[in-house]
């Protein structure tokens, strides 16, 4: 049963116990990112997760990597669109070094210019040595949600990494630390004592930002009722992407998950036997599930050559159309992973972890323990998972960018194969 304690600063901690384990998992969540920043802060909040751990190690002298290395603790995090997640973890005996060490995040930065330039270095790094800016991925992102922040970088630009300064990024820290956007999240076997330790070490800091981020995603233009055109850029290989405009209020996170493991996961997927398997169009198929609490975007991609996009085209198609007029067989539905698997959670407390605190405290699903969890997959019906793909796979809600030789791609042909006009 996940279970809640409230700091004396108001951050509540969640904890979700396994006695069982041998380790420890603890998550700081910071309802954060790129959709929620202004263009000229474009990855400050990315730029705040670096800073945040180099000045825990300002705060301990120096001596966190030695630490680590001495306790055998893993301590990181990963910037997403909507949030940061800052993680820790270890043996159940240095339970109490590690809540020392994470709760440091909480402290205001102090970092000197020449430290915090350091970061900014590696920083632009990432993102020179990235090149997401030349993927599918950021091409479709950009298209899907142009005229929103969710069109622009996580870790932003060469030029917006440049405009943040230490006053600027403290500034922003102090805005968004709150009650509201910070939570954590504790799994694995750690008993009462050492919980209320922890929830002790985070209530001694002072947060009392007033911005709040609620995980609504601005709306882009044209959201479900996409121009019916194909988005080509040039390119000396063959990948197109198809993403579909979801409503949140006419699905749930269950049905959804579902669906796009039907059509992107397990060895049965029609997608992977026709289009894979059977012909070797391509070896393959590769796809996101981006979902906030009200709109969401279901995409999949796949490489291959160009003499074979127009058969592919056909075929993915009929296969989405397939999925809105045939009932699946119950045992096609992939519930086994999220039912008959759903306690193997528990043997990963770094899966457990990210699993209910983006479940519950992010998306706001509230799920009370496993069993409920697993209860809400285990309701879907076939005859609802056909309702969604009707919902979900329509033109309408369709956009399609591709990466090809333009020269060689007959774009009238692909968008009447897609769009039937």
């Known amino acids: 049963m996940e279970e809640k304690r409230i700091a004396e600063n108001g951050i509540p901690v969640y904890s979700l116990i396994n006695e069982n384990s041998h380790g420890f998992f603890i998550s700081m969540f910071l309802k954060a990112g790129c959709m929620y920043e202004g263009e000229s802060e474009n990855g400050i909040t990315h730029f705040l997760e670096h800073a945040a751990i180099r000045n825990v190690n300002k705060l301990m002298g120096g001596t966190l990597y030695r630490e680590l290395d001495r306790y055998g603790i ?228 796949y490489e291959l050559k160009e003499s074979h996009l127009y058969e592919a085209t056909e075929m993915t198609v009929e296969l989405l159309k397939g999925y809105t007029e045939r009932l699946l067989d119950t045992d096609r539905c992939m519930k086994a992973a999220y039912v008959d698997n759903a306690y193997m959670l528990f043997d990963n407390p770094s899966d457990l972890s990210f699993t209910f605190g983006y479940d519950n405290h992010v998306l706001g699903l509230g799920y009370r323990n496993i069993d409920e969890r697993s209860e809400d997959y285990r309701r879907v019906t076939p005859k609802r998972l056909c309702e969604v793909a009707k919902t979900v796979f329509q033109p309408k809600n369709l956009t399609v960018t591709l990466k090809a030789n333009k020269k060689k791609i007959d774009i009238e042909r692909l968008e009447k194969i897609i769009f039937g006009e």
């Not at 893993?74 to 060490?101: K, L, P």
């Not at 040039?234 to 579909?244: H, L, P």
């Open 74 to 301: 893993d301590f990181n995090a990963s910037t997403y669109a909507e949030m940061v997640q800052f993680y820790i973890s270890g043996s159940a005996v240095h339970f109490r070094r590690a809540a020392e060490i994470i709760s440091k995040l909480l402290s205001p930065v102090e970092l000197d210019t020449s430290e915090l330039d350091a970061e900014r270095n590696r920083i632009k790094a990432e993102i020179r040595e990235g090149g997401d800016k030349t993927t599918l991925a950021f091409v479709a992102g950009e298209e899907v949600w142009q005229g929103t922040p969710l069109a622009r970088s996580i870790t932003g630009t060469l030029g917006s990494v440049s405009g943040i300064t230490k006053t600027k990024l403290e500034n922003y820290r102090q805005r968004i630390f709150n009650k509201e956007n910070i939570f954590f999240y504790i799994t694995g076997n750690v008993n009462n004592d050492n919980l209320s330790y922890l929830t002790e070490l985070i209530g001694a800091y002072k947060v009392s930002g007033s911005e709040i981020h609620d995980n609504i995603v601005m709306v882009p233009d044209g959201f479900m009722n996409r121009p019916k055109k194909v988005k080509i850029k040039n390119a000396d290989f063959t990948k197109i992407r198809y993403s579909f405009d979801v409503d949140m209020s006419k699905v749930t996170n269950a049905e959804l998950d579902l669906l796009y493991d039907i059509v992107l996961g397990g060895y049965n997927s029609d997608f992977f036997i026709e289009l894979s398997e059977k012909r070797g169009l391509f070896y393959d198929l590769g796809g996101t599930l981006e979902r906030y609490r009200n709109i969401a975007v279901f995409s999949f991609s």
